[in-house]
């Protein structure tokens, strides 16, 4: 899957931000669960919107940064 992401899968990549906030076959890590959300976001694929802004609202991977959950 990590194949797919990295060649803009956007399902590979909203996928693997679920895995990797979850703890699901890969190490947990909200920062790369994050960077996931971002990547599938910025290529289109709406659920991964509402996944980037609720990480954004709830801290997970960043700072709690309600401005950008709205954007």
């Not at 899957?1 to 899968?9: L, P, T, Y």
């Not at 699901?24 to 802004?53: C, P, T, W």
């Not at 609720?54 to 991977?61: C, E, I, N, P, V």
Request: charged share 25%; glycine share 10%; net charge negative.
């Amino acid at each position: 899957m990590s194949f797919f992401a990295a060649n803009g899968d956007t399902k590979a990549n909203y996928n693997l931000g679920i895995m990797s906030r979850e703890d699901l076959g890969v190490k947990k890590d909200d920062l790369q669960s994050l960077n996931h959300f971002i990547e599938a976001a910025e290529n289109g694929y709406m659920v991964r919107n509402y996944a980037f802004g609720l990480a954004s609202l709830t801290g997970k991977g960043s700072d709690i940064d309600a401005k950008a959950a709205i954007h």
